[in-house]
């Protein structure tokens, strides 16, 4: 049966190429997605084929690109390599855009993911001329059933002047109920405080809303997500999720943790996957999870029976894992519920929630200032996503990272940071393979000297602390954080001269 049951929408199918129609060069498009999935699959490739031949013409077309989070290669890859757009916000992670962002090609505004819906109402960026979505469904009423993510798409729908929607029939059609579409939003000073009280609170509507008179076309698909598949966890991300659960072991003796522990935020990447694996081995109970992306080690959770219920706004699985999740769906009702990003990341729900955040880093400066986007300062690999709007408002924060990169050239504990996205007054908690940094409440030396001596890899530990004794010894009236500033990026330019720090 076709998925598109309303009379007025369904009048408007149409193939991606006559869709794609309605997308001009110098336009603001705003698309669904978020971390590889609910992303639209057919029309952005039309839209890079309609780019080609407007460049084969020697004419300009290229458009400025929103989206939930990262999408995949039938989005940003095709784009990116057609040279179609002008500016990005506000996260990505495919490598054909990474590599246009950092040749200069396209610009990028990295930006917080819980920031990105309202900055668009505020009309921080300008006006949206189209929307495209993709969903499940659309209902007899014409209302929309989202599918594997809700990100932005709530807000790209109500803000758009032309929505797209792209009906993919490959998300179940038991995605009905998984939603919560919070509809309060409003702009200050009319804002009303969230009352969202525990991680799967229902605040909001299970569908999406659009006007049917912005519908310019809808087109039918039948494709998975990018669904990539994660890294098997090795023996440097065991170590490191053993440090992280015998830390939460601990802060439940000392009273500062319940034995349920708080709910659970945990980031992209492979070393945050193995963490939410190793948990599902350990003796915690009754775990909860108010966390913006959902990857296997979390379904693993689930499935263990430790982890009760998961408050999100996306999947991010391995294909494997999202075809059985796609199968076993109905096991999932009620225990998982897909919000806005705007929700999902809101600083007000995480700091009353109490959330225990986990995410991963770049590198980590002696003093606890992380890094999680920047190659040497200079080269993005992925952006900031949640990671921000999550460890600044948690009630705990963890960064992990192995102690070092590319085989041992590149050393994680660094003099100073070449990139700044989380501040020593945000970090509390650095993990890596060699141990675990409890910085709350430390001064910023004490901070160096725990950093040093529990996360530093062995052969580079002895160079950090001769750096930061001669830092103390230089500067005897900045003694507070001292450093020796002709010396503090150093590492990164002997890894730039010679290939190793
Ligand atoms: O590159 O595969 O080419 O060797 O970075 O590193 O160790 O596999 O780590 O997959 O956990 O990702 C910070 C990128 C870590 C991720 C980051 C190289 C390393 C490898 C990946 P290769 P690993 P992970 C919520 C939270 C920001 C967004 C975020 C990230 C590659 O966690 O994007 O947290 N975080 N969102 O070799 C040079 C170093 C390096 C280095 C690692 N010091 N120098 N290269 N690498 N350390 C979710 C969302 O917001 C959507």
Redesign the pocket.
Known sequence: MSRITCPELSKKTVTAEEAARHIDNGQRVAMSGF?GSGYPKAVPGAVAARAQVAHDRGEDFRVELWTG??TAPELDGVLAEANAVSKRLP?Q?DPAMRASINSGDTAYVDTH?SHSAQQAWFGFYGNLDVAVVEVAAILPNGLLVPGSSVGNSKTWLDLADKVILEVNDWHPRGYEGFHDVYYGTRRPPERLPIQLLEPMQRIGDPYLRVDPSKVVAVVETNAPDRNLPF?PADEDSKAIASHLVDFLRHEIAAERLPPELLPLQS??????NAVMGNLADSEFEGLTAYT??IQDGMLDLIDSGKLTSVSATAFSLSAERAADFNDRIESYKGRILLRTQEMSNHPEAIRRLGVIAI?????SDIYGNVN??H?TGSSI???????GDFARNAYLNFFV??SQ??AGA?S?IVPFASHIDHTEHDTQIIVTEQGLADLRGLPPVARARKIIDSCAHPDYRDRLTDYLERAIAANPTGRHTPHILAEALSWHEKFMTTGHM
């Open positions: 971390t989070a990262s996260f992670s993911l890294k980031g992209v990447g492979n070393v945050a913006e992306v995410n991963g880093m770049v590198e999680s986007t190659v690999i992925n952006g900031i996503g949640g990671s990272s192995n990169a590319k590149i994680a």
